[in-house]
């Protein structure tokens, strides 16, 4: 399962609304996240094959109350999935829209069987 659709389930478990790039549905809610792919690269070459394949993607949160909690179960369950989390981060208030941003960067590693 790719970690898009990962990450798709848990904000899904977390009754969490959850778009790909950028959400467009209006009303927006108080509450919403939005997944971002960062990276999909090979790494640790051997024999002119690629070791393992590496998925990065920026899961945003974006909360016009008290994103702490929200945040906090996020986290926990990422990590509870396996996931490798990368950066977290407090990006700052939108004053235009009234919602704090705060982002999380996960990752994935899986080795790879190309050629095996």
């Known amino acids: 399962m790719s970690l898009l659709a990962k990450l798709t389930a848990i904000c899904h478990d977390l009754n969490l609304p959850v778009a790909t790039a950028a959400y467009t ?57 396996g996931l490798t989390v990368t950066a977290r981060r407090y990006v700052g208030h939108e004053d235009d829209t009234g919602y704090h941003h705060w982002a999380i960067d996960l990752a994935t590693y899986e080795l790879v069987t190309i050629g095996q």
Do not use: H
């Open 25 to 81: 549905k209006s009303p927006a809610p108080d509450t919403y996240a939005v997944l971002t792919p960062l990276d999909e690269v090979f790494r640790l070459y051997r024999d002119n094959k690629p070791g393992i394949d590496v998925e990065e993607v920026r899961l945003s949160l974006f909360c016009k109350i008290n994103y702490r909690t929200i945040a906090k179960r996020l986290t926990d369950a990422c990590i509870d999935a």
